[in-house]
């Protein structure tokens, strides 16, 4: 199977068309470009015979670099039998909440 076939200059010059596209790095990792010039990295893959599609990051806070890395780890979880998908929800749900910091004062005068 053909493997990286994107460059990271043709993954920063892609131009949004009609309607979404998928620019395919082989593996089953690819750039899907939206209409409105969006781009995100992509996995699919394929486990317990139902094909699934894993959003990887959008670039450019993504590049095709980390993406690559990104899907071999994907890749490695589906070869163990675990769903990435599932494992990310996993994941976030183990996060401690985010700190929220009180608005208004925080001592009172008086």
């Given at each position: 199977?053909?493997?990286?076939?994107?460059?990271?200059?043709?993954?920063?010059?892609?131009?949004?068309?009609d309607?979404?596209?998928?620019?395919?790095?082989?593996?089953?990792?690819?750039?899907?470009?939206?209409?409105?010039?969006?781009?995100?990295?992509?996995?699919?893959?394929?486990?317990?015979?139902?094909?699934?599609?894993?959003?990887?990051?959008?670039?450019?806070?993504?590049?095709?670099?980390?993406?690559?890395?990104?899907?071999?780890?994907?890749?490695?979880?589906?070869?163990?039998?675990t769903?990435?998908?599932?494992?990310?929800?996993?994941?976030?749900a183990?996060?401690?909440?985010?700190?929220?910091?009180?608005?208004?004062?925080?001592?009172?005068?008086?």
């Amino acid at each position: 199977m053909a493997s990286e076939l994107l460059s990271a200059l043709e993954v920063r010059n892609a131009k949004p068309g009609d309607k979404p596209r998928k620019l395919r790095d082989g593996n089953g990792l690819h750039l899907l470009v939206h209409p409105n010039g969006s781009k995100y990295f992509q996995l699919r893959y394929t486990l317990h015979g139902k094909e699934k599609t894993l959003q990887l990051g959008a670039y450019p806070e993504m590049g095709l670099a980390d993406a690559r890395v990104a899907a071999k780890g994907a890749r490695q979880l589906v070869a163990d039998g675990t769903d990435p998908v599932q494992n990310r929800r996993i994941q976030e749900a183990k996060k401690p909440p985010p700190l929220q910091i009180p608005s208004g004062p925080l001592l009172s005068s008086g």
